[in-house]
């Protein structure tokens, strides 16, 4: 469940969390593909601005719960 913009709860579902983490995962290849294809990641969100709300944030919270696991292992 998540809130949106007018703080109502709103659930997510499986096929609305897919689609949010196939479009994270587009972002993730470009980016990991260099620095050169930065322009590819802008375009990418410019094309999917209606994507970028609390859903995708949703989505995207485990990714960097992980990802900063995963950095304090090797950094600490």
Do not use: W
């Not at 499986?14 to 930065?38: C, N, P, S």
């Not at 609390?54 to 292992?73: H, I, K, N």
């Amino acid at each position: 469940m998540v809130k949106g913009f007018g703080f109502k709860t709103q659930t997510i579902s499986i096929k609305e969390r897919e689609v949010y983490r196939h479009f994270l995962d587009k972002i993730l290849q470009i980016t990991e593909q260099g620095l050169q294809k930065g322009q590819l990641v802008y375009s990418l969100l410019e094309t999917n601005l209606e994507k970028l709300n609390d859903v995708f944030a949703e989505v995207l919270r485990p990714s960097c719960s992980s990802f900063t696991s995963l950095y304090s292992t090797i950094f600490s």
